[in-house]
């Protein structure tokens, strides 16, 4: 009986390996190279980390011209979409200095109040006043109709920051 089972198991375990085996194949080639592709040939940021799962894509870049990363990212978030096949896209960006990342998170309270009221033009603000008080090299916040770029500097570290115009749900807390 159990010599009768074996080319039936055999069968089985062929078929799934092929099938697994020809998903994961899909998944890199017609997937993943694309995008990677795409993300490659930005000149404002590098590549950091790559994942295509089910039904997500995650993004990791380190922005390195952040004059020309908005434009750019625009661009990438549509070529993005076009070869995601409706996965959800989640771009993160790998500058995060912890000196200025303390900074960001002391500071993040005022600028979600910004988005959230719709105040704008307080942003660059409060950047200005960061940048002369912690006595930073750079610090820039710029905009465009979908997101907030927001850009700091001070040595060799760096730290950048992406947000939606519209507020999010969620709580806001103030580090201190």
């Known amino acids: 009986m159990t010599l009768r089972r074996l080319p039936i198991m055999l069968s089985f375990l062929v078929t ?3 099938l697994f085996g020809g998903w994961y194949l899909y998944q890199q080639m017609e997937v993943k190279e694309p995008l990677k592709t795409e993300v490659q040939q930005m000149t404002s940021a590098t590549l ?5 799962a089910k039904d997500q894509v995650i993004v990791k870049l380190h922005v390195t011209n952040p004059d020309t990363f908005p434009q750019e990212y625009r661009q990438l978030q549509k070529e993005l979409q076009a070869y995601s096949n409706g996965r959800e896209i989640d771009v993160e960006v790998t500058n995060q200095g912890e000196q200025l990342k303390k900074i960001w998170t002391d500071g993040q309270f005022a600028i979600n109040e910004a988005i959230e009221l719709h105040e704008y033009s307080k942003i660059p603000q409060l ?3 960061w940048k002369q008080t912690y006595k930073l090299d750079s610090a820039v916040a710029k905009m465009d109709d979908s997101t907030i770029y927001i850009y700091m500097k001070n040595g060799k570290q ?3 920051a992406m947000l939606p115009r519209t507020a999010t749900t969620g709580e ?3 580090h201190v």
């Open 172 to 174: 806001v807390t103030l």
């Open 127 to 129: 950047v200005a006043e």
């Open 158 to 160: 760096d730290f950048y």
């Open 16 to 18: 799934m390996v092929l």
């Open 48 to 52: 950091t980390d790559l994942k295509v």
